[in-house]
């Protein structure tokens, strides 16, 4: 499949642990963050989303963590799978502008 | 509900050409974005358009466009084409402007 980037940071975890997958964002004006799954020869995949009024939220094995002292956002996955291996994106977003700026992505590989 | 679709998927185009890609959103969405993702540059966002009229445009040249028709259905086309636009070009829909974007699986774009 196409490369969705060269030198990514990469996350190598064994199968059934809990994965990390860290992101430092860039405007302390952004007050909406998405989690992005990428997979070799398709496009992102919404995975979780947040905003600026929460610090924590969590979907079905995710969780996402926002610290805006520090910019700082993080995806938690639990009890990882093969399935989840692919490139991780974090987004932000302002509200009242349909842009989002994209991380540069992680990519997470998981071993059976 | 069917997907954001996008076409076609691969592309190849020789260098001065100009080359037209089509993107339906998701059914009852009325905000359509644009993204070129390269794997030296990560994800740049393109243009926005809502409601046939673009609302945001990134930092690319005037070589492109972009335009959104009453059905939401959106095309963007890249004239006198460059080596250094070969690149996935990513489709997201999304009901209004501040609302999730959920991406189509892109058109992959080489140009020789």
């Known amino acids: 499949g196409e490369s969705v980037g060269l030198h990514l940071p990469t996350l190598s975890v064994q199968e059934g642990d809990n994965s990390i997958i860290n992101c430092a964002y860039s405007?302390?004006?952004?007050?909406?963050f998405i989690w992005y799954k990428q997979e070799s020869g398709k496009g992102p995949q919404f995975i979780i989303d947040i905003r600026s009024n929460m610090d924590k939220r969590q979907g079905q094995r995710v969780t996402v963590l926002l610290n805006k002292t520090v910019k700082h956002l993080s995806l938690q996955i639990a009890a990882t799978q093969p399935g989840d291996s692919a490139v991780y994106f974090c987004?932000?977003?302002?509200?009242?502008?349909?842009?989002?700026?994209f991380g540069k992505g992680t990519m997470l590989l998981v071993s059976p | 509900k069917a997907g954001v679709t996008q076409t076609p998927r691969y592309l190849i185009k020789t260098r001065g050409q100009q080359v037209t890609l089509s993107c339906s959103p998701i059914s009852g969405h009325r905000s359509v974005s644009w993204y070129q993702q390269t794997p030296g540059q990560g994800l740049q966002f393109l243009f926005e358009y809502f409601s046939e009229t673009q609302r945001n445009k990134g930092n690319f040249p005037g070589r492109f466009s972009g335009r959104q028709f009453s059905n939401s259905r959106s095309e963007m086309n890249v004239s006198t084409l460059e080596l250094g636009d070969s690149a996935l070009y990513l489709c997201?829909?999304?009901?209004?402007?501040?609302?999730?974007?959920?991406f189509g699986p892109g058109t992959r774009l080489t140009v020789l």
């Open positions: 997201a829909s999304a009901l209004g402007g501040e609302d999730t974007q959920y």
């Open positions: 987004a932000e977003n302002i509200s009242g502008y349909s842009t989002l700026t």
């Open positions: 405007n302390s004006a952004s007050d909406y």
